[in-house]
Structure formats: structure tokens, C-alpha cells
């Protein structure tokens, strides 16, 4: 590996982040300054990384985050808005943030951009995140800045505060897991890991103006992914089947009593949606390993260290 010079990563206290930045550190890259907002996670990223700069800050909002720009080579453009009840929230984050960070990365020169959107970009949903992320993806490949684009499908891994993470906690927790329906709307489950090495590919080697779907390449039914799952956490919960609209009628009570549910309605309605993403041959396009499911889902469910840290919501 090359000297790549300074790497800003937005959103580095997230899901993606925090488990790329210290594999970035680990290869040799650097300096490393990431930017989350998130008051309880950013400590987090700062104590398992000391070596790495950390700012807590808004992006939706100038400030001082912006100075952080200054001589870096590449941003890694991955900040966004993953659930909310309302509208503002993914507006703010995934569109005005992103603005003031491409404003800031082209008075900065910044030299390449890795911009993390979403494979919902091609799904059929049609909701806050998905609107959202396409109008990111947007603003990030219309900014004039080389930019590399990167559609993951669903990811888990350490430090997974929501999706499967969050199934495997509650899995934990209770007697009793609900599937909707009968469980085999199917699913391409991205293990972050692979995801991060993918990305440390782009750093080394930019590819900009192309955009790469990267789907789980292992395709099942959502029922055997929270089997595996399942077995994997070392839960002993009993896997029940509901009523789709029970289901949707007990998510939308539970969000009644939090304002920011690790699952929602609108979560609901796109995951049960019949579609599979395009599965291209990124281990060789990137020269990266694909973790198989189940060694990826043990690696995540029972690291020594990783396994035991969950973000906050």
C-alpha cells in the first residue's frame, strides 16, 4: 500500500464507520478524521481508535467541522439518515448534509470521492430513506469531485445497533421471536466487513464516474437468515409466524412509546417486498475474500471484544 494521504470519513461513528476505521488504521492509512454527530457513539469511535481524530458535529449545520477538510486527499462520503418516524430528520442528514459536505470537500480540493448510497436507490419502496439517499447520491455524483459510488444492499456486523444486530439482541432477550407472513421474502445479506475491505479497495485505487452495486452474494429466504442468526447469537427464542398486518398493527403501537424504533412501519412494508439486487463479481473486480454467510454471522456474533459493544439509537 501507498501513502493516500489524509481520509475524512463522515458518519464515522455509525455502523460502517466503526468498523472501517479501524481496518483503515490497521492497513496503514492516514490521518484519519471522522465526523458524526452522534453524541454516545462518537466517545465510542475515539476510545477503540485513539490514534484517529474525531469530531462530534452536525453536518447539517456549518461549523467548525468544515476546517477538518484541509488537506485531505479523500473523502469517504457516508453519513446517513437510516430510520425516523418523520420526514426532517432524512432531509437534514442524507440532503443538506450532504451539500455542506461537498461544499466543503470542493473548497478543500479534495482529491476522490467513496460516496456509501444504498441499493434502495434501485428498490421498489418508496419511502423517506429511499427518496433520500437517491437525492444523496445525487448531489454527490453531480458535485463535479470524482466520486466513486458504492450501493450496498442490507449490511451487519459489529457494532450493529439495528438490523440484524438488533434482531439478535432481542432474540437474547425474549421467549419469542414474530416473523411476518411465512417468512420467504427473500434477502442478500452484506456482511461490512467484505464491505470495508471494498472500500479500502476505492481508496487505493480510485475508480471514479462508476457505480457498483454490492449485494450479499449468498441470496435466502429472510426465515432461514434469522435461523442462522439465531443460531449463530446462541438464542433460544421460539421463531413464531404473524399476520402481516398484526405485525404492522404492533410495530406502529411500539412506535407509540419511542420516537426513534429500531424497526418501523415503512422498514416493515420494504422488507417484505419480492426483489432481489444484482450480484456482480466484486471479489474480483476488488480483489477482496467474500466472507461465507455463516463464518461472517459467527465473526460478528461472537468476536471476544467487537461482539459485546452495541451502539446507541
Not at 492516514?30 to 481524530?53: S, Y
Not at 461544499?103 to 467513496?114: D, L, P, S, T
Not at 459510488?149 to 438490523?163: A, I, N
Not at 419480492?274 to 468476536?303: M, N
Request: proline share 7%; hydrophobic share 45%; glycine share 6%.
Amino acid at each position: 500500500m501507498t501513502d493516500k494521504g489524509k481520509i475524512v470519513v463522515t458518519g464515522g461513528a455509525g455502523l460502517v464507520g466503526q468498523n472501517l476505521i479501524p481496518r483503515l488504521v490497521e492497513q496503514g492509512y492516514g490521518p484519519i478524521v471522522a465526523i458524526d454527530k452522534h453524541a454516545a457513539n462518537t466517545p465510542t469511535l475515539a476510545k477503540l481508535n485513539p490514534g484517529v481524530e474525531v469530531i462530534e458535529a452536525d453536518l447539517a449545520k456549518p461549523g467548525a467541522w468544515q476546517e477538518a477538510f484541509a488537506g485531505a486527499r479523500t473523502l469517504l462520503l457516508n453519513h446517513a439518515q437510516i430510520g425516523a418516524l418523520e420526514e426532517k430528520p432524512f432531509l437534514d442528514n442524507n440532503v443538506t448534509a450532504t451539500e455542506n459536505v461537498v461544499a466543503a470537500a470542493k473548497a478543500a480540493g479534495v482529491a476522490h470521492v467513496v460516496h456509501i448510497s444504498s441499493s434502495v436507490v434501485n428498490s421498489q419502496a418508496r419511502d423517506y430513506y429511499t427518496e433520500t439517499k437517491k437525492a444523496q447520491e445525487a448531489i454527490a455524483v453531480g458535485s463535479g469531485l470524482p466520486t466513486t459510488v458504492l450501493r450496498p444492499t442490507l449490511m451487519f456486523g459489529w457494532f450493529d445497533r439495528k438490523h440484524l444486530g438488533w434482531l439478535a439482541r432481542f432474540m437474547r432477550r425474549s421467549p419469542v421471536f414474530p416473523v411476518p407472513k411465512d417468512g420467504q421474502f427473500l434477502r442478500q445479506p452484506l456482511y461490512v466487513g467484505d464491505f470495508c475491505a471494498i472500500i479500502a479497495s476505492c481508496v487505493e485505487t480510485p475508480r471514479p464516474g462508476q457505480a457498483f452495486n454490492i449485494s450479499g452474494r449468498e441470496t435466502l429466504p429472510y426465515i432461514d437468515l434469522i435461523r442462522a442468526v439465531k443460531t449463530a447469537s446462541n438464542a433460544s427464542t421460539r421463531i413464531v409466524f404473524i399476520p402481516y398486518n398484526l405485525f404492522w398493527i404492533l410495530l406502529r403501537t411500539y412506535a407509540l412509546f419511542d420516537r426513534d424504533p429500531p424497526f418501523t412501519t415503512r422498514q416493515l412494508e420494504a422488507l417484505v417486498i419480492p426483489e432481489t439486487f444484482e450480484v456482480i463479481d466484486w471479489p474480483a473486480i476488488f480483489g477482496v475474500r467474500a466472507t461465507p454467510l455463516r463464518e461472517a454471522l459467527k465473526e460478528t456474533f461472537q468476536h471476544p471484544v467487537y461482539s459485546h459493544i452495541a451502539l446507541d439509537f
